[in-house]
């Protein structure tokens, strides 16, 4: 079974720490978007997507690769992120990209968030929020996600 994880993490790579994690635990290739041939996506079982929260949704990157992806019908994916914002509203943050996933075809089997160390816009002013993470907490929470992730497929 073959497994990618599409990733973007550009200030302080806090997704691609949690995108090797999952890429470890999953037996999967990790890939930013510029890398990936949308053509070849139909060769994956499973396709995670991921990236920081700016200003309220995934990097514009993530977002544009989805929009151009093929249709690509009961194809099983999940969405992570990592953010400066709080946990309880991560759902919300995940919602566009979801939407053009499910738009194409795939069933989203599971979401994940952490806490990032976030400078964005504003925050670098103050030396930013949630320093120190992601941390060996959070570490351990996406190594059980992904394992959760394993045994539904």
């Known amino acids: 079974m073959k497994k990618l994880i599409v990733y973007v993490s550009i200030h302080h790579n806090n ?3 949690i ?15 510029e890398q990936i041939d949308t053509n070849n996506l139909s060769a994956y079982d499973l396709i995670g997507f991921g990236s920081g ?5 995934h990097h514009k990157s993530l977002l544009e690769f989805a929009k151009r992806l093929p249709p690509l019908k009961n194809k099983k994916t999940f969405i992570f992120s990592t953010s400066g914002q709080t946990k309880i509203k991560f759902l919300i943050r995940h919602r566009p ?3 053009i996933l499910e738009s194409k075809g795939f ?3 599971g ?5 990032g160390f976030d400078t964005v816009g504003p925050l670098r002013l103050i030396g930013g929020i949630k320093k120190g993470r992601p941390n ?9 996600f992904a394992k959760n992730l394993k045994e539904k497929i």
């Not at 995108?19 to 470890?24: D, E, G, L, S, V």
């Not at 929260?53 to 949704?57: A, L, P, S, T």
């Open 15 to 17: 997704t691609e720490k």
């Open 19 to 33: 995108a090797k994690i999952f890429a470890n635990i999953l037996e999967a290739d990790m890939k930013n978007p």
């Open 53 to 57: 929260i700016y200003f309220f949704k």
């Open 97 to 99: 990209l979801k939407t």
């Open 107 to 109: 069933e989203v089997i």
């Open 111 to 115: 979401e994940f968030n952490c806490a």
């Open 136 to 144: 060996n907490e959070d570490f351990k929470q996406a190594e059980a």
